[in-house]
């Protein structure tokens, strides 16, 4: 039996994974005691995995397959496959930033006036990368955790940091002067795992059960009957993906009617359906979505 090995990201995004492999399908029980958490599938070794390491190891063939940001992917320089976005953005998460960032009261109004100062990051390559191509001379030196204090403390002139909306680095007394790069989660595999037949089928499957999951986020079913005459006035205002699915009943000049919507759409929705002559109206919630 095949059997593939799995990063799960441990740290910030571990918690939102674990929840959306539920969602898929696949229940994850971690351990505080061990970085191996087990997995209701056999043909799954699921691993720990830091997200700034993971693409290393999926490249080096350590995993089969793992998640992480397209930022660490970067960074470490990885040749592997990028499989799918994982949109965790869609309904959790927004994209990130690394942006350069100074103190609110900086005299430095660009990142031109950087030159030849001192930048703490823990992105250090892309940093690099980032300034070279903007043939600006900097000092980068690496920093793990408590970024911000540094800048604000005068132990450095700037940094290179996360962010999702800027909030954080305001209420930290600093200002954004130019984004580095923008990240997404990313499933991503191992080149020689993806060319075996049976670790490839394996990959596709739940990389194709953890897209529904994410689609059906925020979405829910309806279902109801309602008379033919009163159809076309129904749909006109029902936020279908698709065309609903119609299906007569056995009840002469009625049709029973199956719509996929926005969750936040059904409060409108549904006093306007029983307005119309809708009967037996029935929600119910998604799983996954897959098209």
């Not at 962010?163 to 990313?186: D, I, M, Y």
């Amino acid at each position: 039996m095949i059997k593939i090995k799995l990063g799960i990201p441990k740290g910030s995004l571990q918690e939102q994974t674990c929840e959306l492999f539920g969602k898929a399908g696949f229940s994850i029980y971690p351990s505080s005691r061990s970085y191996f958490p087990s997995v209701d599938d056999p043909q799954i070794q699921a691993v720990l995995v830091r997200a700034q390491d993971m693409s290393r190891y999926v490249e080096e063939g350590v995993l089969d397959c793992g998640i992480t940001g397209e930022d660490w992917i970067l960074e470490n320089n990885s040749k592997v496959l990028r499989l799918s976005d994982l949109l965790y953005a869609k309904r959790t998460l927004n994209p990130v930033r690394w942006v350069v960032a100074v103190r609110e009261d900086s005299k430095f109004k660009s990142i031109n006036q950087l030159k030849g100062k001192r930048v703490a990051t823990e992105l250090v390559r892309c940093t690099e990368r980032f300034f070279k191509s903007k043939k600006i001379d900097i000092k980068v030196e690496f920093s793990w955790g408590a970024t911000e204090v540094k800048v604000k403390s005068g132990l450095v002139d700037a940094i290179v940091e996360l962010t999702e909306t800027g909030q954080s680095l305001r209420a930290n007394g600093l200002k954004e002067l130019e984004t580095v790069c923008q990240s997404v989660t990313k499933f991503i595999a191992n080149r020689d795992s993806y060319k075996n037949k049976q670790k490839k089928k394996k990959i596709d499957d739940i990389l194709l059960l953890l897209k529904g999951a994410l689609e059906a986020r925020g979405k829910v079913g309806l279902k109801l009957n309602i008379k033919q005459k009163d159809l076309d006035k129904a749909i006109s205002f029902l936020p279908a993906l698709k065309k609903p699915t119609i299906s007569s009943l056995s009840l002469k000049g009625w049709v029973a009617c199956e719509v996929i919507l926005e969750e936040k759409e059904v409060r409108r929705v549904i006093p306007l359906l029983k307005e119309n002559g809708a009967q037996g109206i029935i929600e119910y919630p998604l799983n996954k979505l897959i098209y």
